[in-house]
């Protein structure tokens, strides 16, 4: 019974209440509906560890870069500094509207950043997660698409 209560009480702080973790073959489906398979010639399984290594797959994520003093918001943490809100707004769109579950703006956002001159780069965790990875189909195994 002891072990039963430690493991409810450790599994509310894992998991904050309200979050909207995504499992990893919906995130594929949704990036793949989103038109982001070989966009700009970067695989779906590109993207998809790209959102694992930002925000462990949760579009409703929000974190504090403390060394530069932005914000990165959603799946794949894009910052506020430059793309939404109170930077340059490149993506012309609010930060907020980059934490809907339904990644429409997200995916958006992040088309508008990987057409630039860094590509996927522009995201330093793909250049060490994902960029040279010889694992990257393992990010869309056994996913229906």
Known sequence: MKASVL?????????????HILG???VAKKLLKGGLDYFEGYSLAN???LAYFESKFNPTAVYENTQDGSTGFGLFQIRNSDWC????????????ELLNPNLKKTIECAKIIVRGKEGMGA???WSQY????????QWLDGCKL
């Open 130 to 137: 994902c960029q040279f990875s010889d694992t990257l189909a």
């Open 85 to 96: 809100d109170q930077g340059r707004n490149r993506c012309h769109m609010s930060c907020s």
């Open 7 to 19: 493991l409810s009480l450790i599994s509310c702080l894992v998991i904050p209440s309200g979050a």
């Open 47 to 49: 993207w998809v560890c």
């Open 123 to 125: 995201w330093p965790t």
């Open 24 to 26: 990893r073959c919906t």
